[in-house]
C-alpha cells in the first residue's frame, strides 16, 4: 500500500474543504494507506476539540467523524508550529492526540517520503 500525505491550509473558514481533505485521508486509510496529515495556516486550527465538534463541510461531513476515522486508522497529524503560534494554538490542544508541532522542513521531509501528497 501506499503512504499518503494530505497537506491542508485551509482552516474554519473554509468547512467543505478542509472536510473534505479529512475525508480523502479518512478514505485512503480505509483502503490500508498509511495516512500523515499537515496541517498549515488557518489549518492548524482544526485540531482543536470546539472545531472538531462544529465544523461540518457541505457534502462531505462532520469533521469529527473523519479524525475520528483517521485516528482509529493510525494517521499522524503534524502542525506548523509558526502557524499554530500565530493562531494561538499551543501544545495544550495537541494533549491526547497523535498530533505534533513541525517546522517546514518536517513537511519537506514528510513530502519526500511519502508516495503522494494531496493539497486542500
Known amino acids: 500500500m501506499a503512504k499518503i500525505l494530505v497537506n491542508i491550509t485551509h482552516g474554519p473558514e473554509h468547512p467543505t474543504r478542509t472536510a473534505l481533505g479529512f475525508l480523502v485521508a479518512k478514505a ?19 485540531i482543536r476539540d470546539a472545531t472538531l465538534d462544529t465544523l461540518a463541510g457541505l457534502g462531505t461531513g462532520k469533521l469529527r467523524e473523519s479524525y475520528d476515522a483517521i485516528v482509529s486508522g493510525g494517521g499522524r497529524f ?12 499551543t501544545e495544550a490542544d495537541l494533549a491526547g492526540k497523535p498530533a505534533e508541532m513541525a517546522m517546514p522542513n518536517v513537511l519537506v521531509r514528510l513530502a519526500l517520503e511519502h508516495d503522494r501528497m494531496f493539497t486542500y
Not at 503534524?78 to 494554538?89: E, I, P, T
Request: aromatic fraction near 6%; glycine fraction near 12%; hydrophobic fraction near 45%.
Open 28 to 46: 485512503a486509510i480505509e483502503e490500508g494507506h498509511t495516512v500523515s496529515l499537515f496541517l498549515a495556516g488557518d489549518a492548524v486550527q482544526l
Open 78 to 89: 503534524y502542525l506548523s508550529g509558526m502557524s499554530s503560534k500565530a493562531r494561538g494554538v
